[in-house]
């Protein structure tokens, strides 16, 4: 029986030491196995933010782009739309013209991508769950930064261009630090006339100035009065300090040739303009647009002036 026990004894403990094994592999095999769940819900974090985030970021910068990666095709379609008809407005139906349809169009482009990056970043989705709110403080700067660059390309296309007026020489009609919107295409099927507010380019800049006589018209300074064709023309517009040099009261009669404009500023006793032979008349073909309105100025109240 001794022999018995004695020869029994490794047995056993050679099977304890068995059964340890397969437990210790049973624990690193869970342990294998939760380091490799932890390492691919990691990498699925990051993934699922970003499929979450980037449609509002695209929805952003051009609406319906986002609902569309969401799948979202109706909504997509309905953005996209509400986007071609925007630029609808900006061209062929041109609202720029006017102050007000200007704003409007600017407000509407806000309001557009505003609303679709907040809609793609709220839409239920069966992969993750809606962000945090937080996220609009990203978003909506960034839907009103695109808008506003928008509305500069738009612009542009439509034929429209703001200048800014570095200058006192249209005052008071047009202060100093005032942007003004000017028609680029005005002058397409017309030509410009006595009294509009034309910008021109002449020795390399932009001028803003006033026509007061056109190609075939004669005119003459007196005193201050400018006199077309005998008749002296009636400027409320017109501002006078004093002390003007002498060669801007009292000039001519000059006649104006044909395709040339004879232009002077508002603000007649410091503008340099066509009273000055250095200046000189300007070719009709120099003339890049038609000033419409004051978009900003210093002043309040300013803001959307017609520029008479």
């Known amino acids: 029986m001794v022999c018995e026990s004695l020869s029994n004894f490794p047995v056993a403990v050679i099977g304890a030491q068995s059964s340890t094994l397969r437990l210790e592999s049973a624990t690193m095999d869970l342990a294998t196995n939760a380091a ?12 699922k933010w970003i499929r979450r985030v980037l449609p509002a970021a695209l929805s952003s910068i051009l609406p319906g782009t986002g609902q569309l990666w969401l799948g979202k095709k109706e909504t997509g379609v309905a953005f996209l739309g509400a986007f071609c008809l925007l630029i609808l407005l900006y061209w062929p139906v041109r609202l720029p013209t006017w102050y007000a349809g200007e704003s409007v169009l600017i407000l509407a482009a806000m309001n557009l991508c505003v609303n679709a990056a907040l809609h793609a970043l709220r839409t239920p989705s069966q992969e993750t769950a809606r962000p945090s709110r937080w996220w609009l403080l990203l978003f909506i700067p960034l839907a009103l930064t695109a808008s506003l660059a928008h509305n500069g390309w738009l612009l542009r296309v439509a034929g429209f261009r703001p200048f800014y007026i570095p200058s006192t020489g249209m005052e008071q009609t047009v202060l100093r630090g005032d942007h003004v919107m000017v028609d680029l295409r005005a002058y397409r099927h017309s030509k410009p006339k006595p009294y509009d507010v034309i910008i021109f380019r002449k020795d390399g800049a932009f001028f803003l100035k006033r026509v007061l006589a056109v190609g075939g018209d004669t005119i003459e300074g007196k005193d201050g009065m400018i006199i077309v064709n005998h008749q002296q023309l009636e400027e409320p517009y017109v501002q006078h300090l004093g002390y003007a040099p002498v060669e801007l009261n009292q000039f001519g009669p000059v ?19 066509s009273r000055l032979p250095e200046f000189g008349s300007v070719p009709e073909v120099s003339v890049a647009g038609k000033g419409l309105y004051i978009t900003v100025s210093k002043k309040w109240g300013r803001f959307g002036t017609d520029i008479r």
């Open 255 to 273: 006649e104006i040739p044909i395709g040339q404009l004879f232009v002077a500023g508002d603000n007649r006793d410091v503008s340099r303009d």
């Open 36 to 47: 490799v769940t932890t390492v691919a819900s990691g990498s699925e974090v990051p993934t």
